[in-house]
Nanobody, 124 residues
Framework: QVQLVESGGGLVQAGGSLRLSCAAS????????MGWFRQVPGKEREFVAG????????YYADSVKGRFTIARDNAKNTLFLQMNSLKPEDTAVYYC?????????????????WGQGTQVTVSS
C-alpha cells in the first residue's frame, strides 16, 4: 500500500506556472503507474497526465498537451506536474493517483490509491 500527499497548489494569474508535487510513502513509488487527475465542483474527475513506472513514457489529456509535463523521481518517491501557460479553465482540485497496473490508463477505476488533492486557481 502507498500513501500519497500532494503539494504546490495555489493561486496564479493566467499565463503563469505552478509545479505540483506528490510525495509517496509506504510501498516504493516505482512499483506503481502514476497519474494526475483534476476535478471541478459538479463535474467528474478527469485524467490530466500519466507516467509509467520507469518514467519512460508519458501521456496527456489533449487539453493540457504542450503545456503540462509529468515527471517522477523514483529515488525520492515523488511525482511532479509542471504546469505552464495556465488558463482559467485549469482551475480545479488536482489529485495524484497510483495504479497497480502496468500501463497508463485514463479511467479513474484503474487507479488504486489517491491523495487528498491540492487546489489550483488560475485568475483571468
Amino acid at each position: 500500500q502507498v500513501q500519497l500527499v500532494e503539494s504546490g497548489g495555489g493561486l496564479v494569474q493566467a499565463g503563469g506556472s505552478l509545479r505540483l508535487s506528490c510525495a509517496a510513502s509506504g510501498r516504493t513509488a516505482s512499483n506503481y503507474v502514476m497519474g494526475w487527475f483534476r476535478q471541478v465542483p459538479g463535474k467528474e474527475r478527469e485524467f490530466v497526465a500519466g507516467i509509467t513506472r520507469s518514467g519512460g513514457s508519458t501521456y496527456y489529456a489533449d487539453s493540457v498537451k504542450g503545456r503540462f509535463t509529468i515527471a517522477r523521481d523514483n529515488a525520492k518517491n515523488t511525482l511532479f506536474l509542471q504546469m505552464n501557460s495556465l488558463k482559467p479553465e485549469d482551475t480545479a482540485v488536482y489529485y495524484c493517483a497510483a495504479s497497480n497496473g502496468v500501463v497508463v490508463r485514463t479511467l479513474l477505476r484503474s487507479y488504486d490509491y489517491w491523495g487528498q488533492g491540492t487546489q489550483v486557481t488560475v485568475s483571468s
